[in-house]
């Protein structure tokens, strides 16, 4: 029974003797931040809050049960049952479920107190996306017979079904094992119908394989108890490998993994989202033709794995273990990993369980090491069927022993967007593959942030244009289609997403690493750029620079993304030129005026309209229009002497600036949630960021660094000549 609607909201952590009428009224999923989460400045409302609800007791068979099903309570939950406090929850992305029968009454006052405030002990606390509170996915009723299928412990489904194939594929074992009360249950798979105490083991001739995308295909099985109740899951019968030179292998055959990471979030919704909007963001991934998606930081709802399964996409799940670890945080971080796996097993689409991600960015110690060998037995011990993997940050030492302790990895790596140049993604990967060529190596994310307000002729790292974002994509596309050993990669990011710490981009408060936007209402120029390679289904073609309306280059590039072959280029209804080849297709167009043009390949066609311009419209630049512009863009410095316009390694180098330096750095870092930046005091990385101007890590670094501090620190390099 739904138990979605009519509940009263407020924050404040007294817990209600009735639901009071001067509360908001609230249905669910809710969130109290859905308007502050994404708004910049890094102030959204984290707190406790409550919600209160009226019931009738249930009816219930003699020994029946009664449970209370939470399907997300973000962060932490207490559950209050008449003014009874019959649970504590700590982690806002799981299931969980509450025994409520012995404390009710014939009318009940149901409330839950939900926490999203800072702690030491309850991962998320510091990371790149907006932490919402409140019970932003549903809660359910259920009622249940004396003899029953287990609800508690864990959140399980009570039903586990692991499948297992011959090498040659011809045949499968699937053991079904279940969790209940009673003394014995049937279950059914494929017509053939078993009796057990709790497991059963079924032989499945000639299966029908779920394959992915092509071929998803899903059995289900039911168990049933003699008190009628009844579970039932769908599941897939396929085989997974890993192999450090094939990458990825579905059913005995390489099949690389390609595409993208979600968070779940959307514009105006924050975190609470509906069937309706994770079926958009389905259909938006199937559009782009990815087949693996990363389903970060935390575990998603039950639906999207569902969906997953149902269309073939294979999934990375993990646990918020992030950015750094807490030495108070280690049962939290087991709690959260048992609950996922053991909500999550019987998803033929996950195909690993992700233990951290870049979780060494603060620094190494005992404490987390042992964690992950922790969190790392606990996944084998609940899953024998799946590896573990680790998102890595770029700067962390390659022959960490941290690495080893997970079956596989992968890689975050930023370079050509936070640092560096395009071609050291390239390098790293081939360097780090060949230094250790029995590790089975993934890309898990890259990316570039891109507000398609911003458009540029000349795009460059860190303009924020959406040109930019496709020189990065066309680059990164190339480099991991050049290796087909990763055995995943995955785009930071599908869709923008709410980080409030944020405050950059001319949309402050967003992540826009995304292909589409926030609201989900615009495909960034990227996306097709994906969408041709990886989308065999949907013939198309691509104009790219459609908001790139006013142009004062005298000869403009118009670039075209298909998976067609060849491309006609048509300016104001006459052809320009027809170019073969694969996937961009790139053309140069004189202007004199307002032009029509028009890309035809095949049957499919695109058009924009482009304008000659006197001079650069100032509102497609960052900065120029209306947007942050940063205070030290505008100063004038001496250029006889040192300056934060100088590049890191030159101030490093010289002695007598090498002091302010680091403590700049020091203050960026503690100043700045997000990681490239707040591990600038990582030898390594400054290193790698040695060609960086200081200047251009502050405008990176956003709002967040104090100014007065800064040019503080500016006026004493000032003093030093070069
Ligand atoms: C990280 C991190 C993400 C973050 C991203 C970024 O390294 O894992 O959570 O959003 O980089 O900086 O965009």
Redesign the pocket.
């Known amino acids: 029974m739904s138990f979605n609607d009519g509940w009263r909201f407020a924050k404040t952590d007294k817990v209600p003797e009735t639901p009071p009428r001067d509360w908001e009224s609230v249905t669910l999923p809710h969130t109290w931040n859905a308007v502050d989460g994404q708004d910049g400045g890094n102030d959204y409302w984290r707190g406790t809050a409550m919600y209160a609800r009226a019931f009738p007791c249930p009816e219930l068979e003699p020994g029946g049960r009664a449970v209370l099903e939470f399907l997300g309570a973000a962060m932490t939950a207490d559950v209050y049952l008449n003014g009874e406090c019959l649970a504590h929850h700590e982690g806002g992305y799981s299931t969980f479920r509450v025994d409520i029968t012995d404390a009710l009454k014939d009318e009940n006052t149901l409330t839950v107190a939900v926490d999203n405030s800072a702690n030491d002990r309850v991962y998320p606390q510091k990371?790149?996306?907006t932490f919402y509170g409140g019970l932003y996915r549903g809660v359910n009723l259920i009622t249940v017979p004396a003899e029953h299928f287990e609800l508690v412990k864990d959140g399980t489904p009570g039903i586990k079904v692991t499948p297992a194939l011959s090498d040659d594929l011809k045949a499968a074992t699937v053991t079904v094992e279940t969790w209940h009360n009673g003394s014995e249950v049937e279950i059914t798979l494929n017509g053939e119908t078993k009796t057990a105490q709790n497991t059963a083991v079924f032989t499945v001739e000639n299966p029908h394989l779920w394959a992915g995308t092509e071929d998803p295909y899903l059995y289900t099985v039911t168990a049933k108890l003699q008190s009628g109740d009844e579970v039932s899951t769908r599941f897939g019968i396929r085989k997974i490998g890993f192999d450090p030179n094939l990458g990825f292998i579905l059913n005995n055959r390489p099949y690389p993994l390609r595409g993208v990471s979600r968070h779940q979030d959307r514009e105006g919704l924050g975190s609470a989202l509906t069937m309706k909007e994770h079926r958009e963001d389905m259909e938006l991934i199937r559009e782009i033709g990815a087949n693996t998606v990363r389903l970060?930081?935390y575990q998603h709802a039950q639906e999207f794995y569902d969906l997953c399964d149902e269309y073939g996409l294979c999934v990375w799940a993990e646990i918020p273990y992030i950015t750094q670890h807490m030495d108070a945080g280690r049962e939290n971080t087991l709690s959260q990993m048992k609950e996922l796996i053991t909500q999550c097993y019987n998803h033929p689409s996950i195909v690993c369980w992700g233990l951290s991600?870049?979780i060494a960015v603060h620094g190494m110690s005992e404490d987390l090491m042992e964690n992950h060998r922790l969190l790392n037995d606990l996944c084998h011990k609940l899953d024998s069927t799946r590896p573990t993997t680790m998102?890595h940050?770029f700067m962390l030492d390659k022959d960490s022993p941290l690495i080893d302790i997970a079956d596989i990895g992968s890689w975050?790596l930023?370079f050509g967007w936070y640092l560096g140049e395009l071609s050291q993604n390239d390098s790293f990967l081939d360097e780090y593959h060949a230094a250790h060529p029995d590790r089975v190596i993934g890309f898990s994310?890259y990316?570039a942030d891109a507000n398609p307000r911003f458009q540029s002729p000349r795009p460059e790292s860190g303009d924020y244009t959406e040109s930019y974002q496709c020189v990065y994509h066309e680059h990164l596309l190339k480099c991991i289609e050049e290796r087909p050993w990763l055995w995943a990669t995955h785009v930071?990011n599908m869709f923008d997403f709410a980080?409030d710490g944020r405050d950059e981009g001319g949309n402050n408060g967003q992540?826009q690493?995304g292909l589409v936007t926030f609201d989900r209402r615009l495909k960034k120029d990227a996306f097709y750029l994906y969408k041709a390679v990886w989308n065999k289904r949907e013939p198309f073609v691509h104009i790219c620079g459609s908001r790139y309306a006013d142009r004062a280059e005298a000869v403009t590039e118009v670039k075209v993304y298909s998976n067609l072959t060849p491309v006609t280029l048509f300016v104001d209804g006459k052809a320009l030129d027809t170019k073969d080849g694969k996937t961009v297709f790139t053309f140069k167009v004189p202007l004199t005026g307002e032009h029509v043009i028009e890309a035809k390949a095949g049957d499919c066609a695109d058009r924009i309209t482009v304008r000659k311009t006197d001079m650069p419209n100032q509102n497609y630049i960052l900065g120029r229009s209306g947007a942050v512009v940063n205070w030290f863009d505008r100063e004038e410095y001496a250029p006889s002497c040192y300056s934060i316009c100088d590049e890191l390694g030159a101030l490093l180098a010289d002695p007598r600036t090498a002091g302010t330096v680091r403590e700049l750095m020091e203050l960026i870092q503690s100043s700045r949630g997000?990681?490239?930046v707040s591990a600038l005091n990582n030898e390594s990385l400054l290193t790698m960021l040695g060609n960086t101007p200081v200047r251009e890590l502050l405008r990176r670094a956003g709002e967040a660094v104090p100014q007065e501090r800064v040019r503080e620190f500016n006026s004493r390099l000032q003093k030093v000549r070069k």
């Open positions: 990371a790149d996306f970060a930081h991600n870049e998102a940050a975050n930023y994310e990316g930071w980080a992540n690493k997000d990681v490239a």
